[in-house]
């Protein structure tokens, strides 16, 4: 059965991501020493990592997600996301701490930034996975981030292609097949 695109090489091994997730809880658990926290995921690519991170961070949290409309409207940063699920949980006062898997070029987070400080948070910081580092400007660097990613097409651990692979334990880069 022909597939446009293949399985490439594995670029993080799940032990890999396991250890780098365990640090970044103990970061993010040393990071806040008072008040609430609001772990929030952006769905659906954050729902493993956000799994896993939030079992590495001991201290008291609440879990969260945000869904947020596509590119529908074209890749410009236009700063008129859409939430198709917002938060039940009240953010005002609260520490907010927005999980992404990765930082493309950035649009999804500027967007998602500009919404979030609009809800008046005591504060508000960023978990990626993955940082692309291609970003020509964000709102707000990641605080938090687990591995620089390289400039792939990346599959797993969340990550998809065209709603396939999310469910890898592991990260690998997607190839055209070779002739
Ligand atoms: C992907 C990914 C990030 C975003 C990164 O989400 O999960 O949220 O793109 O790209 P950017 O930095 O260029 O904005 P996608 O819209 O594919 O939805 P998904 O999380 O459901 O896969």
């Known amino acids: 059965m022909p597939t446009a695109l293949e399985l490439g090489a594995e670029v993080f091994s799940a032990?890999?991501?396991a250890a780098r997730v365990e640090e970044l809880g103990a970061e993010i658990n040393a990071h806040y020493l008072t008040g609430d926290l609001i772990v929030l995921g952006l769905l659906k690519g954050?729902?493993?990592?956000?799994?896993?991170?939030?079992?590495n961070i001991p201290r008291p949290l609440q879990v969260?997600?945000?869904?947020?409309?596509?590119?529908?409207?074209?890749?410009?940063?236009?700063g008129d996301v859409r939430l198709l699920y917002d938060p039940e949980t009240g953010l005002r006062g609260k520490h907010i701490l927005l999980v992404e898997d990765i930082v493309d070029s950035g649009n999804t987070l500027n967007r998602l930034v500009r919404l979030l400080r609009g809800r008046e948070p005591r504060s508000l910081e960023i978990c990626a996975l993955l940082h692309k580092r291609i970003a020509r400007s964000l709102e707000l660097e990641p605080r938090f981030v687990g591995f620089n990613?390289?400039?792939?097409?990346?599959?797993?651990?969340?990550l998809d292609h065209a709603e396939d692979y999310r469910h890898l334990p592991f990260i690998a880069s997607l190839e055209a097949p070779k002739e």
């Open 15 to 17: 032990d890999r991501i």
């Open 46 to 55: 954050s729902f493993i990592f956000l799994g896993d991170l939030v079992r």
């Open 64 to 78: 969260d997600f945000l869904v947020a409309s596509s590119y529908g409207s074209g890749r410009s940063t236009s």
């Open 149 to 158: 990613a390289p400039p792939l097409f990346l599959v797993g651990y969340g």
